[in-house]
C-alpha cells in the first residue's frame, strides 16, 4: 500500500481565497483524521470520520473549514474564505481500528501558507 | 476531555548520552499511549505505544514506562545517536461522549550532538 496520500503537499493562496485539500486513506482504513500543526499550537486534531462519518468536529476552528468524505477512499478539508492564521501543516491520518487501540498513519502533509 | 503535558520541550544530549522524556495526562480513564517521532520537514510516525495493562515496553534502544496511579507516562532513548534528533510527541487516548480520540502533548524537541 502506498500509505496515507495527500495533495496538494504545497499550496499557496492569498487571503480570502477558497483552499481545498485532500485526502486518500489507506485502503482497509475505517477512520481518517484531520489535524493542523503548527508552532503556538502544535498537533490539533480537527475532525475525525469513521466508516464516512464524522464523529467529531469539536476542533474545527470555525465555519469557515468545512470537511466531507463522500467514501471510503477520499476525504477534502476546505476552508473557505483562508486567512494567513490558516498557515500550517495540515496532516491527514487513517487507521484500521478506533483511536484508543490501533496505530494511527499520517500522510506526508499539506504545507498551506496564505498570503 | 483529556490534557497531556509533555516536557520538556527542548532536549540537547550528547551522542551515546540518554534522553527522557515524561509526559502526564489528565483523564484516568485513557487506556493507550503511543509515542511519534517527527523528522524535520517529515509526517510523525509510531514509534512505540503502551497500554494501561502493561508498566513497561521496550524495543532495542526505546523505551516508555507508565504509571497509571500518577497518571504519567515517559520515553527513554538509550545511547542516543544523530538519527535520534526529532521532535517527539507524546498522546493519550480520550475516550469522550462524542467519540475516542488522541490528544497529543506539545512535543519535545531533541537534538543529539556528535
Known amino acids: 500500500d502506498a500509505g496515507v496520500i495527500q495533495s496538494p503537499r504545497h499550496e499557496v493562496t492569498e487571503m480570502g481565497q477558497e483552499v481545498t485539500l485532500r485526502c486518500k486513506p489507506i485502503s482497509g482504513h475505517d477512520y481518517l483524521f484531520w489535524y493542523r500543526q503548527t508552532m503556538m499550537r502544535g498537533l490539533e486534531l480537527l475532525i475525525y470520520f469513521n466508516n464516512n462519518v464524522p464523529i467529531d468536529d469539536s476542533g474545527m476552528p470555525e465555519d469557515r473549514f468545512s470537511a466531507k468524505m463522500p467514501n471510503a477512499s477520499f476525504s477534502t478539508l476546505k476552508i473557505q474564505p483562508s486567512e494567513p492564521r490558516d498557515s500550517a501543516v495540515y496532516f491527514c491520518?487513517?487507521?484500521?481500528?478506533?483511536?484508543?487501540?490501533?496505530?494511527?498513519?499520517f500522510g506526508p502533509g499539506t504545507r498551506l501558507t496564505v498570503l | 476531555g483529556e490534557n497531556v503535558e509533555q516536557h520538556p520541550s527542548t532536549l540537547s544530549v550528547q551522542e551515546g548520552d540518554s534522553a527522557v522524556i515524561k509526559c502526564t495526562y489528565s483523564?484516568?480513564?485513557?487506556?493507550?499511549f503511543p509515542w511519534y517521532k517527527q523528522e524535520l520537514g517529515k509526517r510523525p510516525q509510531l514509534i512505540i505505544d503502551i497500554r494501561s495493562n502493561v508498566g513497561e515496553k521496550k524495543d532495542q534502544r526505546i523505551a516508555v514506562t507508565l504509571n497509571k496511579t500518577a497518571k504519567h507516562f515517559s520515553l527513554h532513548i538509550t545511547e542516543t545517536q544523530p538519527e535520534d534528533s526529532a521532535v517527539y510527541f507524546c498522546?493519550?487516548?480520550?475516550?469522550?461522549?462524542?467519540?475516542?480520540?488522541?490528544?497529543f502533548g506539545g512535543g519535545t524537541r531533541v537534538l543529539v550532538k556528535p
Open positions: 498522546a493519550a487516548s480520550d475516550l469522550g461522549a462524542a467519540g475516542n480520540k488522541l490528544t
Open positions: 491520518a487513517s487507521s484500521e481500528g478506533q483511536p484508543s487501540t490501533d496505530t494511527q498513519y
Open positions: 483523564d484516568s480513564a485513557s487506556n493507550y
